[in-house]
């Protein structure tokens, strides 16, 4: 499925399958999960993608063929592809441990060709094992929406009550480490959208209210995953001083200016971007220990754009995956 120009539906096309060069793998494609991202892309809010180009950065798939070089992972594997894609590794960033703002990295997805096809090339350093017994269709929403989530989650630091906002597939699995953790989990939603409310609850949220709702009691933290700059102010109001405000998203829309003293008593606003190789090693390898499981709503491939339609209009309780399968 193929994105010719931003503001475009994608269209189902036939493609040659690439040949992996040195130090890439070939992998056919089981499972490429849906994230807000893609639709950022399609919707023309990132700017800079390669054109024509196939989206998707949660993919998980098998190899099928190695380049010259590549020791591991190894024709047979089922590996997971995410969004960094390739780093330069000599950058400022990279050489400290950074890589997640290298200057010149390259996004699975936006600048290398994802997953929402049937073979997808990849850097084999850039590619991680699927934690056995994970079902593909279940795996693919950890490679983005879990990753990133729990990324966010750290940078959230110690916060016993911690709040979210936007209850899609990131929060669904950032809930399940919440809980494991004995942290208070503070849900909050688009205003009147009961059907995200209720999936929190059901996922054992210790609070459940509208976006524009103050919490109970003061939080330690929040994350916002919705890309409405107008929650930061909101969040604001609503974390505790010393707290700390994440923006897990790509793109958000202007945040509306706010009174200094919402920020005043060592509140930190901060975003997070993109991962590292490490926080994937950390992650997949925590999700089998809880163990996480994700709620997905499975799209067959030539359907991805009735799923970013559902994504868009929040139709969806948790995460949107695409099958090969
Ligand atoms: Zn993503
Ligand atoms: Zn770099």
Redesign the pocket.
Known sequence: MVLERARTPLALSDLVVPAPGPGQVLLRVHACGI????LHIVDGELTEPKLPLVLG??IVGEVVAAGEGVASPRVGDRVGVP?LGWTCGVCKFCRSGRENLCDRARFTGYDIDGGYADYAIADARFCHPIPAGYPDLQAAPLL??GL?GYRCLRMAGDAPRLGLYGFGSAAHILIQVMRHRGQRVYAFTRPGDSGAQDFARELGADWVGDSNALPPEPLDAAIIFAPVGELVPLALRAVDKGGTIVCGGIHMSDIPSFPYSILWGERVLRSVANLTRADGVEFLGLAPTIPIETHVTVYPLEKANDALDDLREGRLRGSAVVSML
């Open positions: 994230c807000r991202t893609d950065h949660q969004w983005c929406a990133i």
